[in-house]
């Protein structure tokens, strides 16, 4: 028998009570501050200006995950040679799996190498004039692409290719492609800025195949966007523009960026305005049918019979989570530096709205932090007008400015709860901490030592996710991820249920009948109402395996069960090697930053990013001409992969969609799944200040074509 515990090591530190912390994580958006995906180009302007003539991004989100390909063509207009750097934010666990260049009009793809490695080799193509590519992570802000040389008058197009995990959360979808940057490593923003213009030719298109039945497809913060139902098991979401005119159809372009003569393209006209900006995020939402059931999915690929094999296990519960109606004590941790500035008055705002809806019996206290941390209550007071008035108006009389001790407020809130009543802390910060203590081990000290959950909400891109999500997961609490492109009224729905809700603690998930190894699981933490589990891993042999999912609710054991085949053999998800290690190695990576181990980790994660192709904060991805790899001895393996990939996309695509359900002859659940038509409206205060806080959008669709 082989079993996953939740949190493994890192949950060993400490057991939990059912105390709340619930940080709303908000990114600076202070006017001018903001900066998007694009083309990088110092600030004295000593160099010429590069520009990205065309920009094309075609996603697949089926079996389990999203596969993004970006292909981008950057223009030289100078009369010497230049080095083009593009940056963009890092996706939510995105592996980046292919970087590839065209030289002299042929497609070379990278290899990946130690990140030193790597850079120590671009740099020496680079000062021997050869042509190369590098692309590169830094830590959790961004992703970067170095290609040299642009020849003068030139363009050189090239591609990025990532995989990322995709579940649905109550019953909602959704995906992102992240263009703003959130503005938050100050010292990188003095030597850069960004050019964010297209000025020719922008697409965006997302094939989406599902067996489960979808109601609707939504595009907030892009209502021209044309959405198409294709099948009932198939939808077609696209979006386009050409220079000097609004965004149109895919289909009344003449050329698609997988033919290298789209490279070729005259220069827009002088004075037109430019394709598109890659400064608003992307975010598309589906919603499932109400009353689907329960169920266990499972995805596999496993080449050779007698072999490894690797899985992908989606467990979607039921509607098993009872309601919490108890009353609390609720904490604000406010952040006051100087990020905050072009927020801090929706921040009043926002608290006052959610005060005015707590239930009778609830209290609350303000705790504020910029370079220091205070407390603006210095008790616990009842939720009245005269109380709420009365911390409206201290609040309304100060303004942000200093750093971000995020350490400090965050003590001093948890230092303000008193243990014998039900709490629930909110922390509205960005996560970069930049003052007092910043590492993330004495964050971890801190949040074992005071026995606590921790909900995060990480708002924005270039935010600390790691550390968020990584305090979250230690603490058995959630983190969700928002856009400023979000819809906030359905993302407010999702945190709500969670907030309100029972959740599933101490999850042990045991596999037996088959041989299973190198499991890994997400979320690490407790699973919440509407939370699909997610098990990846390695499995020998085939046929029929018992699968027990255990937990606690309330103190209470539960157990669920099913039985179900592993496969003898499929070669339809090669996809799943890369997935498995990038899960791994974020697992890995968190022992790292929260346990202090050696170099050792370090390595483990290095190898397991080289022997996968993956860029990670340690690897990169480095493009030589084909002659550079032959002559250094440079084995070809990504190259080999994705060739592989390719072949199983082609031939996925060419078949029906696949339903992956497998416990359909002993469902896991006898109860529906959740959804936000079965119990998950009830708005709780986090929902309420959330909401307030970042102002409502209107939950607005795209363009559905008549007949469609």
Do not use: C
């Not at 966007?225 to 895919?250: C, K």
């Amino acid at each position: 028998m082989k079993s996953l515990k939740s949190l493994q090591s890192l949950q060993s530190l400490k057991s939990l009570k059912p105390l709340l912390i619930v940080p709303l994580a908000l990114l600076a958006l202070a006017s001018g501050s903001a900066q998007a995906a694009g083309l990088l180009q110092p600030v004295d302007r000593s160099v010429p200006a590069l520009e990205i003539r065309e920009h094309h991004v075609r996603v697949v989100v089926e079996d389990g995950y999203a596969i993004t390909r970006v292909d981008q063509v950057f223009a030289n207009p100078n009369d010497l040679d230049l080095e083009a750097i593009y940056s963009f934010p890092v996706p939510e666990r995105a592996a980046v799996s292919e970087f590839t260049v065209w030289i002299d009009g042929q497609p070379v793809s990278g290899e990946v190498f130690e990140k030193e490695r790597a850079r120590e080799l671009y740099e020496e193509e680079r000062q021997a004039g050869r042509d190369a590519g590098l692309a590169e992570q830094d830590d959790y802000r961004t992703f970067d692409i170095a290609v040299q040389p642009v020849r003068a008058k030139q363009d050189v197009r090239v591609r990025l290719a990532y995989l990322q995990p995709v579940t649905v959360d109550t019953s909602i979808g959704r995906y992102v492609y992240p263009l703003e940057d959130g503005g938050v490593d100050e010292e990188r923003l003095s030597f850069w800025s960004y050019d964010e213009a297209v000025r020719e030719r922008f697409s965006f298109e997302m094939a989406f195949r599902s067996s489960w039945p979808i109601d609707t497809f939504r595009l907030p913060g892009h209502p021209q966007a044309v959405i198409e139902q294709l099948s009932d098991q198939e939808w077609r979401v696209s979006l386009a523009a050409d220079a000097g005119s609004a965004a149109t159809d895919p289909a009344a372009t003449d050329s698609t960026p997988d033919d290298p003569e789209t490279t070729k393209q005259a220069p827009a006209p002088g004075g037109q305005a430019p394709a598109f900006r890659l400064d608003q995020d992307i975010v598309v939402y589906w919603r499932q049918a109400d009353g689907l059931p329960a169920a266990v999915e499972l995805v596999a690929h496993k080449p050779d019979p007698a072999g490894q094999g690797t899985f992908l296990m989606t467990v979607t519960p039921g509607n098993d989570l009872a309601p919490i109606v108890e009353g609390r004590d609720w904490v604000f941790v406010l952040d006051l530096s100087g990020s905050m500035a072009g927020k801090y008055h929706s921040l009043v705002e926002g608290l006052r709205r959610g005060l005015d809806r707590l239930p009778p019996g609830d209290r609350f206290r303000v705790v504020l932090f910029n370079d220091r941390a205070w407390a603006l209550t210095s008790a616990f007071l009842p939720v009245d007008a005269a109380n709420v008035e009365r911390v409206m108006r201290r609040l309304g009389e100060t303004a942000p400015d200093n750093g971000t001790n995020l350490y400090a407020g965050l003590s001093l809130g948890l230092d303000s709860l008193e243990s014998d009543r039900s709490s629930a802390l909110i922390l509205v910060t960005d996560g970069v901490a930049n003052v007092g203590v910043t590492e993330k081990r004495d964050f971890r000290d801190l949040l074992t030592s005071h026995d606590v959950r921790l909900f995060t909400f990480i708002m924005g891109n270039s935010a600390n996710r790691p550390l968020l999500q990584g305090m979250a997961d230690l603490s058995g609490g959630f983190a969700m991820n928002l856009s400023n492109g979000d819809d906030m009224a359905g993302k407010i729905l999702e945190a709500s249920s969670r907030l309100t809700h029972e959740s599933l603690h101490d999850i042990v998930v045991e596999i037996d009948g088959v041989k299973v190894r190198d499991m890994t699981r997400s979320p690490a933490g407790s699973l919440y109402r509407g939370q699909q589990l997610m098990v990846m891993g390695h499995y020998w042999g085939d046929g029929p395996a018992d699968v027990t999912v255990r937990g606690k609710i309330s103190g209470e054991p539960r157990v669920w069960r099913t039985r179900f085949d592993f496969p003898h053999s499929a070669t339809l998800n090669p996809e799943l090697e890369r997935l498995w290690a990038f899960a791994a190695i974020d697992e890995l990576q968190q022992s790292l930053d929260y346990l202090g181990e050696g170099p050792d980790l370090r390595q483990a994660i290095v190898d397991l990013a080289v022997d996968h192709g993956l860029v990670t904060p340690h690897t990169s991805m480095l493009v030589l001409t084909e002659e550079r790899f032959t002559e250094l001895g440079i084995e070809r393996n990504n190259r080999d992969r994705l060739a592989q990939e390719a072949i199983a996309a082609q031939a996925r695509a060419a078949q029906a969609v696949r339903s992956h359900r497998v416990d359909g002859q002993q469902p896991i659940s006898s109860r529906p799944r959740a959804s936000h038509g079965n119990g998950g409206g009830n708005m709780g205060l986090g929902a309420l200040l959330l909401l307030a806080l970042l102002g409502y959008r209107a939950f607005a669709g795209g363009r559905v074509p008549r007949g469609a």
